[in-house]
């Protein structure tokens, strides 16, 4: 059990904080070099998909960067972290490690327009979403909350926080249906319905 007092939480934290890190770090293989001639001129260069590779860049980026400011927000809502809770954790910080991965597929130009690509990272998201929120599920179910939320508290926070990954997921079979390009697209809506539940959660919560 690794109780907020201890310098062995804060080393804990750093850990996970690490991984996130590296994971938005290695973004950058996900962008190939292009060849020389591809430098003659900015319409060279476009052609040659790094703007695609640059667009999947930017989008993980931001991605995983919501992903650390969220952990970082659930940690700081526990007193502790016990092994269950280090576990959930873990299985989170695995799946954000995987979206280099999956990035590299989604913007790759060869690969980018497919289906499955565009199914595996939304997978991927999702799944990093709803292993996050069971991190929290966990520690809460231990008593490791440092505020307890209400039952309708807590039903808010949860509806909200389950916005994001059924949207990535409800975009798979729009990607199997319509293409990757369309299936990406999808993706949007989760840009305006998270901060609207959010925002939401908050009120409700704030009353």
Not at 23 to 49: F, H, N
Not at 130 to 150: D, I
């Amino acid at each position: 059990m690794l109780t907020r007092e201890t310098s062995e939480f804060e080393r804990g934290l750093s850990f996970f904080d690490a991984i996130y890190a590296i994971a938005i770090t290695l973004l950058v293989v996900t962008i190939d070099v292009p060849p020389p001639e591809a430098w003659q001129s900015l319409a060279t260069l476009a052609a040659s998909g790094v703007p695609r590779q640059l667009a999947g860049f930017a989008l993980s980026f931001v991605v995983i960067a919501a992903f650390w400011r969220v952990n970082v927000r659930l940690i700081q809502g526990i007193s502790a972290m016990d092994p269950a809770t280090t576990r959930a954790n873990l299985v989170a910080t695995a799946l954000v490690v995987l979206v280099p991965f999956t990035t590299q597929a989604i913007s790759d130009p060869g690969s980018a327009s497919y289906a499955l690509p565009t199914a595996l990272y939304a997978c991927n998201i999702a799944f990093a979403a709803l292993a996050q929120l069971t991190m929290f599920e966990v520690a809460r179910r231990h008593g490791l909350e440092r505020a307890r939320l209400s039952r309708r508290e807590h039903r808010v926070w949860l509806v909200a926080g389950l916005v994001t990954p059924a949207v990535f997921l409800a975009s798979v079979p729009v990607a199997f249906l319509w293409g990757g390009d369309v299936g990406k697209l999808f993706w949007l809506v989760s840009a305006v319905l998270s901060p609207l539940a959010g925002h939401a959660a908050r009120r409700r919560t704030s009353r």
